[in-house]
């Protein structure tokens, strides 16, 4: 059986799309849980509607903690997260289920998407498109995973553990970095997502993005995976990391915040420095 997790935030008409896209798949054998984040609006209305729906109600925490609290309360071998404001095609969920069990050994894999901004839709740009197996390198610049378009096995969601409810966003980034560091994440190249933007609680139009993505690039590099990272992704992250940092405190300075620049300044310096000594050291 599949878990199918949505979380949602006072998006009532974009949620009840949204479950209208589950209920509609071609394969049967799911379970959908709705999580509520604390809505004000009429959420609860629009979910009293739907009997066969469960659904798990928490105080407004966000979405890290929403989708783990899904996790929590799911019984399916596989999960797939719907993100309240996107769409699934019919088969969506057939597609990935048929996947896994062509590749039993495969963990995750993703679909390609239909990106709609204001109902109007866009071509991604090529550093935008996504790739298929050990994609670490190529993700630490930007997020190449949707959550919406995942479909992934239980056990490697507990593998790798839960999303980090410290992180307000980017926390997806966080978890794709955890699992390309260690796993192939597999692409079906059929568009089965419809991922709608430009509404004005998205929290990817929020600022300052870059810090959070900041954070997961040095939790993943002070505490690396089981194994660690190869030198080529250690190289990639500590790259990323100090490119972000540059970007960052110079927007900060812009802004008079010098000793938040001072601290990211000094955190580039810091993981240049160690990454510089590294190289030398094996080549001694």
Not at 95 to 105: C, D, E, G, I, L
């Amino acid at each position: 059986m599949v878990s199918v997790i949505i979380p949602s935030y006072n998006r009532s008409q974009m949620l009840r799309e949204a479950i209208k896209s589950v209920v509609s798949q071609d394969f049967r054998d799911f379970e959908l849980v709705v999580v509520d984040d604390g809505s004000t609006d009429d959420t609860h209305a629009v979910l009293e509607t739907y009997p066969e729906i469960q659904i798990v109600s928490q105080e407004h925490r966000g979405v890290s903690t929403a989708r783990n609290a899904g996790v929590r309360a799911a019984h399916g071998d596989f999960l797939a997260f719907l993100d309240s404001d996107d769409l699934w095609r019919p088969s969506k969920l057939s597609a990935q289920v048929a996947f896994f069990k062509k590749n039993p050994a495969a963990g995750i894999c993703q679909t390609e998407e239909i990106w709609l901004r204001n109902g109007v839709r866009l071509n991604p740009a090529k550093r935008h498109r996504k790739g298929s197996g050990m994609i670490f390198e190529r993700s630490v610049e930007l997020c190449l995973v949707s959550p919406s378009a995942v479909m992934m096995r239980r056990t490697l969601f507990d593998e790798v553990g839960p999303f980090d409810e410290s992180m307000p966003a980017c926390e997806d980034y966080d978890l794709w970095l955890r699992i390309s560091s260690r796993f192939p994440i597999h692409l079906i190249n059929s568009p089965l997502v419809i991922k709608r933007g430009g509404h004005a609680d998205q929290l990817s139009k929020h600022t300052g993005l870059d810090r959070f993505r900041i954070y997961a690039l040095r939790k993943i590099l002070e505490s690396p995976p089981p194994g660690g990272l190869t030198r080529a992704q250690r190289i990639a992250a500590v790259k990323a990391l100090t490119t972000k940092c540059a970007i960052y405190a110079a927007g900060c300075l812009k802004r008079g915040h010098d000793h938040e620049a001072g601290t990211y300044l000094q955190l580039k310096a810091r993981f240049e420095g160690e990454l510089r000594q590294e190289l030398l050291d094996e080549q001694e």
